[in-house]
Each structure stands twice: as C-alpha cells, then as structure tokens.
C-alpha cells in the first residue's frame, strides 16, 4: 500500500461503545496529525505527533484518546462519545519539523454515533 | 492565532472556461506558507498548489495558478479551461515557518458544468 491509510472507512457506534480508528503512512514522514472535519467547517486539528511524541493536544475531549506507537502508526480511541462527534475523522502525515512539508491525508472514517 | 476565510462557500464554472477561488488570512509572521488542496467527492484530499511567503512570483501548475498578495492577506486560486473533474471542495490552508500545524479555510465547493 502507499500513501496514508485509514481504517475503517466507515463506523456506526452507540454512546457507550468503545472503538479505534487506525491510520498507516508508508510514506517515510515523521509527523502524524488527527483532524475533524465536519460539513461547513474549516477542518479542526485535534492532534499532532512529532517523532512519536504529542505536541499538540487542541483542548480535545478526554473521550478522544490518541496514541501514536511509532512514526508510521496513529490510532485514536473513542468511548462514550455524543451524537455532535459524528464527523469525517483524517489522518495526515508530512515530515517534522519548520518548513513548507505539504501534509498527505488519508481517505477518512466517516464516523456515526447513535 | 493564524485564521483562514474563504468567504464563497459555492462557486460554479461552466466547463472551459476560467474560475477563481478566493481566500485571505490573517498573520503577524512574515515566513510562512500557502497551500490549495482540493476534495473530490468521497476522495483523500489532494495538494493543488503551494506558496512559499518568500517569494513573489506567484505559483503555477499547469492549469492551476495563485494570486499571491501578500501585503493584502491574500491567496486566491485560478483554475484555468476547467474541466469535469476539477469538481470538489477546495481548501486553502497556511501553515506557519514556525511549527508543523496547518490552519485550513472551510472550503469552497466548485461544480463544474458541462
């Protein structure tokens, strides 16, 4: 595979379930980033890992939890989340650090909560 | 903190003919970076086209090209001789010289008609 992959595409869960996105690059890149996008809105960054560590964490609901095990992998945890969370959920990927790194982005999990 | 608004949530173009998409920002740094990336429906988003704040000839790739503003905080992107696939939600997006975060616009959506 190439480029950034997410999985699942698609995600149907109640309030009081527990689930995890997974986000793959087979890029080589060392930045991996969650955002949000919800229709009508400018795509929200939730968070940013650089060389595996957090730098950024955009006052995001405990009930998201991130977790980035190596620069090529990013997963994000989900329990008990609310109806509002439903949304497009993208992973990106570029290299670290200052400079114009473009960011590629997965295809998304279209996320539901009922 | 940085914020981008593209102010045309929905643009048309009839198919060959010439659209632009307009975006302004607002930023105190004087060493940043442009970037259109575009969304086809239920498809990864894509880079269309970057800008380096740097440098003041404007960017092109082949049908796409930016007017690049900088006194004026603007960034807007003309797509020439358009065509059918160029339908999709386009982002503008600046990304400071200081970190690795990406501030993106809520999107403009282009249809193109035949």
């Known amino acids: 595979e190439t480029g950034v992959t997410q999985t699942p595409r698609h995600l149907v869960m109640g309030m009081t379930n527990k689930k995890s996105l997974k986000c793959e690059q087979h890029?080589?890149?060392?930045?991996m980033y969650w955002y949000k996008q919800s229709a009508k809105k400018p795509l929200e960054l939730m968070f940013v890992?650089?060389?595996?560590?957090?730098?950024e964490n955009n006052s995001v609901p405990s009930r998201f939890s991130p977790e980035c095990p190596n620069s090529s992998h990013l997963f994000l945890h989900l329990h008990t989340l609310q109806p509002e969370d439903s949304a497009l959920y993208l992973c990106?990927?570029?290299?670290?650090?200052?400079?114009?790194?473009?960011?590629?982005f997965g295809p998304g999990t279209r996320l539901t909560v009922t | 903190a940085q914020t981008v608004t593209q102010s045309q949530p929905e643009m048309s173009v009839q198919e060959a003919e010439t659209v632009t998409l307009s975006c302004t920002y607002d930023?105190?740094?004087?060493?940043?970076?442009l970037f259109w990336y575009k969304q086809p429906p239920s498809r990864q988003m894509i880079l269309v086209i970057r800008?380096?704040?740097?440098?003041?000839q404007n960017a092109t790739e082949n049908r796409f090209s930016v007017n690049f503003q900088k006194a004026a905080k603007s960034f807007s992107l003309k797509i020439s001789d358009s065509q059918l696939g160029d339908a999709a939600m386009y982002f503008c997006?600046?990304?400071?010289?200081?970190?690795?975060?990406?501030?993106f616009g809520a999107g403009t959506r282009l249809t193109v008609k035949p």
């Open positions: 997006a600046y990304r400071s010289n200081n970190n690795n975060d990406m501030r």
């Open positions: 890029l080589g890149h060392n930045a």
């Open positions: 930023t105190s740094e004087s060493d940043y970076y």
């Open positions: 800008q380096e704040a740097y440098k003041q």
């Open positions: 890992y650089n060389f595996k560590e957090q730098t």
């Open positions: 990106a990927s570029s290299q670290a650090g200052v400079g114009g790194y473009e960011q590629y």
